[in-house]
């Protein structure tokens, strides 16, 4: 019985933790779609590994932003790390060296731009394991702790 409490406990605590992460990237990548757009100029383009079985594509850009010259290197609100590097190189490809983009730039952050604003898949995927699994583990959790202490 400790045994399944502590299992569903650590569950439960998990899926709260991808619930959070859900919750926080959907709130950032709706939040980028209304940042301050202004243009931008590419720098470089390339793919980073990270670790040894992940890509992501990088993209570094400046852009001025309130009479300041700002360097931005983020693609997206949230890493966009894929475990297929052709997939990376593919979006790091779409952004060459001199090209003039359009930057999206939190007003509150100048530092804090990206060139494709909005949600995620992934994050939609977080949110509903979480969700699913914090409902599931956490019914289990209860009733088993309820079990043991009305015993």
């Not at 959907?26 to 383009?45: E, F, M």
């Amino acid at each position: 019985m400790w045994l399944n409490i502590l299992a569903m406990g650590a569950i439960t605590f998990f899926s709260l933790r991808l619930l959070g992460i859900g919750v926080l990237a959907i709130r950032k990548g709706a939040r980028s779609r209304h940042w301050l757009q202004t243009p931008a100029t590419v720098l470089a383009s390339s793919v980073d590994r990270i670790g040894s079985y992940r890509y992501e594509p990088s993209v570094e850009f400046k852009y001025a932003f309130n009479g300041e010259e700002c360097e931005g290197w983020r693609l997206r609100p949230y890493p966009s790390a894929t475990p297929f590097r052709e997939n990376a190189a593919r979006t790091a490809a779409r952004y060459t060296p001199g090209q003039r983009v359009v930057a999206f730039v939190d007003p509150s952050d100048s530092d804090e731009a990206v060139l494709e604003p909005g949600l995620q898949s992934w994050s939609i995927w977080v949110l509903l394991f979480g969700l699913v699994g914090s409902a599931w583990a956490g019914y289990f959790f209860v009733r088993d702790l309820a079990l043991l202490i009305h015993r």
